[in-house]
């Protein structure tokens, strides 16, 4: 009787204790996750994972990408938001350590599986993380799951990740017995699209968000994919094959390697480069020479498509890291029909868009065809809202990166998204939440001759180096990144040691050499709008911006008063629409004096900078005169 008692009492000071804990009380055991209730959701497995015991699905050992991890909490769950989703998540909570914060990652491609390498990276580092296969299991390149399963469609398009956030959150929830108290999301590729499309559609969700390399104009994509595609195949003899891209790649570097300063086998800034006819075959075709047919099909390459009036639909891709194994023989040329730009437009226009007649992506107008796929697919796939406010309004901040060699997505379409945030919500606006870093040499997310190492995949060692990281100082500390430092591996592999580093800098500006000691550190390289002007100057066929119209700026009433003279200096691109885009203050005069320079120069019209007779957009420095 009296030991009974005694039990009593202990279990009532064990209650007592654990209600008087705040959080414990209410948290949950993994299994209890189980019999968790979420609108649209049924809970598959809720299973505690030993450290190093998870073997992914399919698979008999465990594979490098999620070896060692620590012992979490692995939920499962399928979400029916309509009549024919099936979208399939997971989220993995570590069972002890949590950082108390929550970490969401993309999908490349046409998605169809769990990421678990990127569940594995985060649950290491202490985060709770959730993964979804948007919807539909697959490859990343398939895209059958889609026809004739418009709501299947829309999972894939936004409504998956979104899905897939807020009910990680419910789960974290329950079994910490606290919210996260910071969420993050991170992709590149297409889950550089879902990023963009969070912070646009759904700015609750997420915190900071990373974007890389997005295919975020989803649908002009497919435009220049088609572009490339009949460049190279509508005419007999077209066609480049895999045998001549080191010759291009050895051609570019040629040409335009040292424009940046530094013979380094990098282009700072592609755009300045244009090379034509360099290549043509003097004699009989080799693989060192291009045909004709083959010059005039690589210069539609980098020009990107154009409608009936030559205006551009979709920017093409620039001239850098054409070469190896995430360059063009993977994207663009690997045989008629077997490269992955073909591969995906044919798996879209097959699959999620209906024609009257079948699309032939070899004949079809690519205006119509961009025509086809706006009216019935843009809605749900293009992520392009430049008004990104509620997401600045509520705190957060947004990285994206782009490689200046990405021959999967061009990276001019990053820039423009940039430039479309900052016409949206006015000049120096975008810095205050947003930075795009374009990387020198990188190709799609990753590979490629320059520094493409910078957390995207690794963690890097800190803040400086990982962008991750960046962004949660950000969010966290209110210290913006002003540049990352990235790193260059040697073979890119992390073991072999670091063979070059370098600044990326936030867009407009530019990594520029000091002048003084080793190229390949990072220390001796600053961060310049100036440069790419600089560079376009010192090259015999560029010519700088023409001033058209440079209406006076206006003096304020309170400058005049006090009788304020003097010169603000602003940097701007001047773009190839002879506009001032991306108007900063470099030195400031007055705050209203600056203001009225910064409106007067946004009406000042010019003839586009030129090089090789075409128009180039450039970053320079404008000085704008107040005298009384
Ligand atoms: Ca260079």
Redesign the pocket.
């Known amino acids: 009787m009296k030991l009974v008692r005694l039990v009593q009492t202990c279990l009532l000071a064990l209650v007592l204790i654990l209600l008087a804990t705040p959080g414990l009380a209410v948290a949950a055991t993994c299994e209890s996750l189980a019999a968790l209730n979420l609108p649209d959701t049924t809970i598959t497995l809720a299973q505690a994972v030993a450290a190093g015991a998870f073997i992914p699905p399919g698979e008999s050992v465990p594979p490098a990408s999620v070896k060692n991890l620590p012992a979490f909490c692995r939920v499962a769950a399928t979400i029916k938001p309509a009549k024919d989703s099936e979208i399939k998540m997971e989220v993995w909570l570590p069972l002890t350590g949590w950082n108390g914060k929550y970490r969401g990652e993309g999908n490349g491609g046409f998605a169809g599986s769990i990421f678990y390498p990127g569940l594995a990276t985060a649950v290491s580092q202490g985060y709770a993380s959730a993964s979804t296969d948007t919807g539909h299991s697959g490859s990343p390149v398939d895209a059958h799951w889609a026809l004739g399963h418009p709501d299947k469609i829309v999972d894939f398009g936004w409504r998956a990740i979104h899905e897939m956030t807020v009910k990680a959150k419910s789960v974290i929830q329950a079994f910490y017995g606290d919210a996260p108290r910071k969420s993050y999301f991170t992709g590149c590729s297409n889950g550089g699209r879902q990023a963009l499309m969070e912070a646009q559609r759904f700015p609750e969700d997420y915190d900071g968000i990373i974007a890389g390399a997005p295919a975020n104009y989803w649908t002009k994509v497919f435009a220049t994919f088609i572009w490339d595609i009949q460049a190279m195949q509508a005419k007999p003899g077209s066609y480049i094959g895999a045998n001549k891209i080191p010759a291009i790649a050895r051609a570019v570097v040629a040409a335009c390697?040292?424009y940046?300063g530094?013979?380094?086998g990098?282009?700072?800034d592609p755009r300045a480069c244009r090379f034509h006819q360099v290549l043509l075959c003097k004699e009989r075709d080799s693989d060192s020479c291009l045909t004709p047919p083959q010059e005039a099909a690589l210069k539609k390459i980098y020009d990107g498509p154009v409608d009936a009036k030559g205006k551009q639909i979709f920017p093409g891709f620039l001239p850098g890291g054409e070469e190896g194994e995430g360059g063009w023989v993977t994207w663009i040329d690997s045989g008629p029909g077997k490269d992955l730009q073909s591969v995906f437009a044919h798996g879209f226009y097959t699959n999620m868009i209906s024609s009257k007649e079948p699309v032939n992506l070899k004949t079809i107008d690519v205006e119509t065809a961009v025509k086809l796929a706006d009216e019935q697919q843009g809605q749900t796939f293009n992520a392009v809202d430049p008004n990104l406010k509620p997401f600045a309004a509520r705190g957060g901040k947004l990285i994206m990166y782009h490689g200046w060699s990405d021959a999967a997505l061009p990276p001019q379409g990053s820039i423009n998204y940039y430039n479309s945030v900052e016409a949206a919500m006015g000049p120096g606006k975008p810095e205050l939440f947003m930075r795009l870093f374009m990387a020198p040499g990188m190709q799609h997310c990753g590979g490629g001759p320059g520094t493409n190492s910078f957390g995207q995949f690794a963690p890097g060692v800190d803040a400086d180096h990982d962008l991750n990281q960046a962004l949660e100082r950000w969010v966290e500390k209110g210290i913006a990144p002003d540049r990352l430092i990235a790193t260059k591996f040697v073979d890119d592999k992390p073991e072999k040691g670091v063979a070059m580093t370098r600044p990326l800098c936030p867009y407009p500006a530019a990594a520029t050499f000091k002048g003084t000691g080793d190229t390949n550190d990072a220390a001796n390289f600053g961060c310049s709008v100036d440069a790419a002007l600089a560079r376009m100057l010192n090259d015999p066929g560029g010519e700088a911006p023409r001033p058209l119209s440079t209406p006076e700026p206006k003096y304020s009433k309170s400058a005049r008063k006090q009788k304020i003279e003097g010169v603000v200096t602003l940097s701007v691109v001047i773009g190839t629409d002879g506009m001032a885009h991306d108007v900063k203050v470099v030195k400031s005069l007055e705050p209203t004096l600056d203001a009225n320079a910064i409106a007067a120069v946004k009406t000042w019209k010019f003839a586009p900078a030129t090089k090789d007779g075409r128009p180039v957009a450039v970053a320079m420095r404008l000085e704008v005169a107040f005298k009384l």
């Open positions: 390697d040292a940046d530094v013979k380094d990098v282009l700072n």
